[in-house]
Nanobody
């Protein structure tokens, strides 16, 4: 199964965006899926994860602002981002366990 992230763009601080991660096949059997991000000049970091059962984890800096979800019927995972900050600017990627290719990601730019 290959994954492709989309939905990024330019947004002002305090704004919202929803990212989508569409799979090339069924995600029903994928036990855990992730959102990662990589800011310019920094290492890729995990942002959030979601299990098949709906359990979620978030890195501390996005807790209360980001919400991860998945729709197995649509083979899609989402990341709802609100109260965006300039430090959220990054290329966002989705992945799974076992890992798939990283794909091109989707750029989120938070700037006034």
């Amino acid at each position: 199964v290959q994954l492709q992230a989309s939905g990024g763009g330019l947004v002002q601080p305090g704004g919202s965006l929803r990212l989508s991660c569409v799979a090339s096949g069924s995600i029903v059997s994928i036990s855990i899926m992730y959102w990662y991000r990589q800011a310019p000049g920094k290492q890729r970091e995990m942002v959030a994860s979601i299990t098949n059962g709906g359990s979620t984890t978030y890195r501390d800096t996005v807790k209360g602002r980001f919400t991860i979800s998945r729709d197995n019927a649509k083979n899609t995972m989402y990341l709802q981002m609100s109260s965006l900050k300039p430090e959220d600017t990054a290329v966002y990627y989705c992945n799974k366990f076992p890992p798939a290719g990283w794909g091109q990601g989707t750029l989120v730019t938070v700037s006034s």
